[in-house]
Structure formats: C-alpha cells, structure tokens
C-alpha cells in the first residue's frame, strides 16, 4: 500500500512531512492546479479543530482542496477564489468575504507566497505582487482582517506560507506575514510542512545549491491562530 493511503492519521509533532498532494482514492482538489494545497493537511486540521457540520471557509480556495477534504467528512464549507476552476467556487476577492460577523467555525487559507506563480489574469490577484514589497504584507493584512471578522470567537485559522529566495536575495515571507497577522489572532502552534513536487527539485539545482552556497525551500509554515478576546483588545476592535 502506498504512503499516501497507509499514513490518513492524525499528526502528533509540528513536522509535517506528505510525499503526495492527495490521499484515498478520489481527488481532493486537483493536483495540476499551481500551487495546490496537500489534501492531508487539510485532513488533519479538520479533524483536530471542527466537528461534523461546522462551517468551514477558504477564502483562496483554488481547485478546491478544502471544498472536497471538507464535503468528504461531513463539515459545511465554503470556497471562494478569484479565479474559478469548478462550478462550486465562488469568485470573490478575500479582501472583502461576503458573510456575516462571528459566523465561521474554521478558516484554512493557502495565500500566494509572492509573484512566483501565475494564478490568473485577474489584476486583484494577490500573487501579482513581490513578497519583497511591503503592499504585500498590505494586502495580506487585509485578508487576515476579514478573516479575523468572520470568525467565531475562539476559533482557529490556519494559514500555509512559505518564504522566497530568487535572484541571490531571501526574503522571510513567513515571519513578516506573521507580523502582521499576530495583531489579529493568538498563536496555538507553527507545523513546518516538507515542500515536495517543486519545478527546483531536481539534481541539477541541488547542485547549484551547494555551489553557489545557497538553499532551495524544504518547508512552508503552517501558523495554526485562535480568535479571542485577548486578540480584539490588542487591535483596537
Ligand atoms: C496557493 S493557491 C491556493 C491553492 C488551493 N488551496 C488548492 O489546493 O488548490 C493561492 C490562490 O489564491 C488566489 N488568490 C490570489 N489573490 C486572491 C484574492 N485577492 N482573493 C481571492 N483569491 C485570491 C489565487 O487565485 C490562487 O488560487
């Protein structure tokens, strides 16, 4: 049996570490869609932080990770993206998320990490601007905030993020989007998730790593944050 239909468990450390984007035998998303979220871990935070029909929302949703893991254990769920692959995403910028204040029970988001990756010709695409300018973080800081509004208080958003490095400079995207989104949220836990299946992973750039003393990306964050009071008082609201 593969590792992908042997290993559907609950994770017990902050390292995960998923060779496949996919489990089980239907798709959960699709994993030609760019930038397409592993299915597990969306599995796995369902599981630790909704029950069956709490109302979870992806406000970047893309091909669909979080509409099929969620559909497939029975929470109601909605996925919003600017750019719509399925009939059952609705286009929505997640600057402004058209539902009501304290009416979520869990929020996954796998935002754009910088201008890496071509998600659409939609100018309002977040992945258009560099992690290197602070509008960014900005626009980021933006989406956290609504998160932050549609949220139920005391529950937990989980928001995947990797940093950059291109052209001989690094950028810590992580940690500064971090220091925009902790004005809204409290920490519970930071997961590092092995990155896999990137165009970099091949001999040819391990090499170039090791002799132009650089490091290709092994990992993304996953910041795991709760809503609450604490949190509201600190930003102002
Ligand atoms: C990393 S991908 C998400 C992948 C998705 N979780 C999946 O498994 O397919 C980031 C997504 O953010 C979307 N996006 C970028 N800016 C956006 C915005 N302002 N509002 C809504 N979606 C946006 C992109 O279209 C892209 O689908």
Redesign the pocket.
Known sequence: MSKSKKELILESTTLWDFPTQNYGDKPH??NK?N???PAFVIWNLLQRYTKEYDLVV?????????IDVAKEINRRVIG????VVRPDVIK????KIPLDDNSVDFVFI???YSNNIK??DDP????KISCEKTEFFDELEKVAKEIERILKPNKVVAWLIGDQWIKKKFTPTGFLLYQRVEKYFEPIDIICVTRHNQTSNTGVWHNRARKFNFYLRGFKYLFIMQKNKTTRQKNGT
């Open positions: 998303g699709n869609y930038g397409v979220t992806d406000p970047m949703c893309g091909s669909g990770t979080t919003y993206d600017l750019n929505n910028d997640a600057r796998d935002s754009p998600y659409s309002n695409c977040i992945g």
